[in-house]
């Protein structure tokens, strides 16, 4: 799949630059071609000789290299490879990424590719948990850049933890998917994501803490897959991925509207926390307190059940319909009595009880309930979780 492929290869500086010569010959060996570039760092780690050896090509290392500039300015540079590689990607070049800088060479080849990037982190645990790297992460990952790993284990610093670079051949096979057609292409699904908005007047209403965090990322992964990605999202806090049809709703029957006008689709996710009620007697101007101490009585109407009509379709149902569940107890007893009640196909349970930090936060431990039982993951990042939904719908609609 790499054979002929250009690579740019981003090398920074970090201790896990040493295993990007060992990347260099794996990639050339299923025949791409690698131009290295190194940052200034990067040559604390590594020489320019036996990078350029081993790629059998010129490295790059200055941004204001007359010879350089002539033979093969830096726009071209970044733009005459198939696929942009950062290994290992810093958290400083993380940061410069995130922030559009552009103040040396692999920022500025960064900035200027209209290629695909993929990256692949590696630092001291601490850094990789810095909320300003995972700030980043999360932009980086709505501007559309791949990531591989980190891994978790020893490192060089003798920490232990989440930060360590993937290994070369985890990376040549990101970058196989990176540059493939992907196995969801011509397939079009459609996602829901984070929560409803029901108005109590036309300034306040109810809603729930989703934050959107998971259906956004099962989106990015969806259409990285190379799917034809329709998202329709509540107001979430997180902005919707690049590459997908975003449809932005505010209450459960826009959602439901916006679905149906979507259909058909080859798989629908649900991962929407659509709120079950809605305020019957909304009132049409700000409600206001009139000193007598009386509130007023809010009375609830129920709102439609996307999930159960769209899996209880009789013609033009998706060939797959996944639910979420998000439950506080009795998880995976709760998620199978849901699964059966909607008639989906799948049902991805987690537990958000408020000590599992998972709403909101940057983890999920789910469980996917499906005729075959239920398959019980670890815990994992959100951008993990949904690779591995993707992957997995990628091989039921196969
Ligand atoms: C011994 C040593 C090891 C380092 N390893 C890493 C690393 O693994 N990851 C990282 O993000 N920074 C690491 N750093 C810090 C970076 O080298 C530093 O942030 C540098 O500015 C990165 O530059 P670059 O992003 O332009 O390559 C290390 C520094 C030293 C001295």
């Known amino acids: 799949m790499l054979a002929g492929k250009r690579i740019l290869l981003i090398v920074g500086g970090g201790i896990a630059a040493f295993k990007s010569l ?26 320019p000789l036996s990078t350029s050896a081993l790629a059998g090509q010129k490295v790059y290392r200055d941004l ?17 490879a198939d696929l942009v590689v950062v290994a290992p990607a810093t958290a400083d070049l993380m940061g410069k990424m995130a922030g559009g800088l552009a103040n040396d060479l692999a920022s500025t080849l960064l900035m200027a590719t209209d290629k695909r990037v993929l990256i692949a982190p590696a630092m001291n645990v601490r850094m990789w948990e810095h909320p300003a790297t995972q700030r980043n992460l999360a932009t980086l990952h709505g501007d559309g850049i791949l990531t591989v790993g980190p891994d978790v284990g020893d490192m060089a610093c003798g920490e232990h ?25 011509g397939k079009h699904v459609l996602v829901t994501s984070g929560p409803t908005h029901e108005p109590i007047d036309p300034v306040r209403y109810i809603a729930n803490r989703s934050s959107g965090a998971q259906g956004t990322a099962i989106a990015r992964s969806l259409a990285a897959l190379g799917a034809d990605v329709t998202f329709v999202t509540g107001p979430a806090d997180v902005a919707p991925p690049l590459g997908v049809k975003v449809v932005a709703v505010q209450t459960a029957r826009e959602m439901k509207e916006a679905v149906d ?69 009795d998880v995976e007893a709760n998620a199978t009595a849901k699964r059966a009640r909607k008639g989906c196909d799948w049902i991805v349970a987690n537990d958000v ?19 075959a039982g239920a398959d019980v993951w670890p815990r994992l990042n959100k951008e993990q979780v949904a690779m591995k939904i993707a992957a997995k719908i990628a091989e039921a609609l196969a």
């Open 22 to 47: 060992d990347l260099i010959r794996r990639l050339r060996e299923r025949g791409a071609t690698v131009t290295p570039v190194l940052t200034r760092s990067a040559e604390e780690f590594v020489t």
């Open 64 to 80: 204001f290299d007359l010879t350089d500039e002539a033979e093969m300015g830096h726009i071209e540079l970044s733009r005459a």
């Open 161 to 185: 933890g989440p930060g360590r670079m993937s290994e070369p051949l985890e990376i040549v096979a990101a970058a196989e998917a990176a540059l493939a057609d992907g196995p969801l292409k």
């Open 261 to 329: 006008a979507a259909l058909p689709a080859d798989a629908a996710v649900f991962a929407a926390a659509v709120a079950d009620w809605r305020v019957e007697n909304a009132s049409g101007s700000k409600m206001k307190k009139d000193g007598s101490g009386n509130a007023p009585a809010l009375s609830f109407a129920e709102n439609p059940d996307i999930l159960a009509g769209v899996s209880q379709m009789t013609a033009g149902r998706p060939k797959l319909v996944v639910g979420f569940a998000a439950e506080t107890d």
């Open 353 to 371: 009880s408020p000590e599992t930090g998972i709403m909101g936060g940057s983890e999920n431990a789910v469980t996917i309930i499906s005729d």
